[in-house]
């Protein structure tokens, strides 16, 4: 199971950071990938740790904004959102796969975890 929480409303300029707690996976190498949706709009790919910190990914609008940490002992992984704008606002989705493979990670179809979704909001 996953449950993502600390989205709010921030100023653009402000940060927020999202944590995505596991729990019951078998793996100890699953993939944790963050996406997020506006209404209306297709779920989109935001970031993904790769098999605990194998390798971590971004999308080009969050590249250089948004960093991934994680905290092992909680089974935590933790994005970092600095820099906000107006267009991040979004329901955002943490994900997790025990067996997704590299050249797959930005598909929602790869992976099997979902937890709630947490609505961050950035006012102009």
């Known amino acids: 199971q996953l449950q993502a929480f600390g989205g709010g409303l921030v100023q653009a300029g402000g940060s927020l950071r999202l944590s995505c707690a596991a729990s019951g996976l078998s793996s100890r190498t699953y993939t944790t990938a963050w996406f997020r949706q506006v209404p209306g709009k297709e779920r989109e790919f935001v970031a993904v740790?790769?098999?605990?910190?194998?390798?971590?990914d971004f999308a080009a609008s969050v590249k250089g904004r948004f960093t991934l940490s994680r905290d092992n002992a909680k089974n935590t992984v933790y994005l970092q959102m600095n820099s906000l704008k107006p267009e991040d606002t979004a329901v955002y989705y943490c994900?997790?796969?025990?067996?997704?493979?590299?050249?797959?990670?930005?598909?929602?179809?790869?992976?099997?975890?979902w937890g709630q979704g947490t609505l961050v909001t950035v006012s102009s």
């Open positions: 994900a997790a796969s025990e067996r997704v493979i590299l050249s797959t990670v930005y598909r929602e179809s790869s992976y099997a975890y």
């Open positions: 740790d790769f098999r605990r910190g194998s390798t971590t």
